[in-house]
């Protein structure tokens, strides 16, 4: 098997170093560990891992400059994704990584001590929530997601945490450009416009992901994120 450093070098121009590598090993081994009793994440085996989590989330690197250490949120992170790798290798990041289920926080918390993330926080709360809370609205440069839910429902949560010139990036599937034509509405309200849809394609895939980098152009109006599970369930479509 060709090793994440190798894939990372070739695809995106990384080069990690000894110590990031051996951060990345433990991150996989903790996450393979915790899952047998802990529901984290559906891929454990090592290539899942490796292209799946790791090359899957770094890929955000075509999308933006992280070594500037920008303020990231990481929206429904899960166990971590693409969050967790991100920091490993841009440690100069400031990352928050915002989760709704009690026992993936845990295993965040764990992760951050055991590898020694600084500038590295968890937020257990739902992103409705989040979106209204003091120091966190309108206080990034760079939002996150990854496999959360449908995007006119996602720049719901994603758009109010950013300020005005930040990014989000949603990244997304094969229905990635059928939903920036569902969440056109919603852009316009919470003030996001589509910059462009980046294709990725990872080694072994047959399907290609998508990066969805959305500008926050303009406030969002203070009655947005709707209550918890009004995004979703009524999106502004
Ligand atoms: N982003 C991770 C990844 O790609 O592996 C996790 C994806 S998982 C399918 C979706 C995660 O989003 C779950 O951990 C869930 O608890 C979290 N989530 C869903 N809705 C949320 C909300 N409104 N606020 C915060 N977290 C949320």
Redesign the pocket.
């Known amino acids: 098997m060709t090793t994440l450093n190798q894939q990372a070098a070739q695809l995106f121009g990384l080069q990690l170093t000894a110590t990031q590598a051996e951060q990345l090993a433990l991150y996989a081994r903790d996450l393979a560990d915790w899952n047998t009793h802990t529901n984290l994440?559906a891929i454990v085996d090592e290539t899942g891992i490796q292209v799946k989590?790791f090359l899957d989330s770094l890929s955000v690197v075509t999308a933006c400059d992280f070594t500037t250490g920008p303020k990231v949120i990481?929206?429904?992170?899960?166990?971590?994704?693409?969050g967790v790798p991100l920091r490993i290798v841009f440690p100069q990041i400031q990352l928050t990584l915002?989760?709704?289920?009690g026992k993936?926080v845990a295993f965040l918390d764990h992760i951050i001590n055991q590898l020694h993330l600084d500038h590295t926080e968890t937020l257990h709360?739902?992103?409705?929530d989040?979106g209204h809370m003091t120091g966190q609205r309108a206080a990034y440069d760079v939002v996150l997601?990854?496999?959360?839910?449908r995007l006119p429902a996602l720049v719901e949560?994603m758009l109010p945490m950013a300020k005005i010139g930040g990014l989000c990036i949603a990244?997304k599937g094969s229905t990635a450009q059928t939903e920036v034509q569902d969440a056109k509405r919603a852009l316009n309200i919470l003030g996001g416009r589509v910059k462009s849809v980046e294709s990725v394609q990872l080694p072994g895939l047959d399907d290609l992901h998508y990066l969805v980098i959305i500008e926050k152009v303009a406030h969002t109006p203070p009655s947005y994120p709707r209550k918890?599970g009004i995004?979703?369930r009524q999106p502004l479509s």
């Open positions: 994440t989590h990481d929206i429904g992170t899960g166990a971590g994704f693409p915002l989760e709704a289920t993936k709360a739902r992103a409705e989040a997601a990854r496999a959360v839910t949560y990244m918890p995004p979703a």
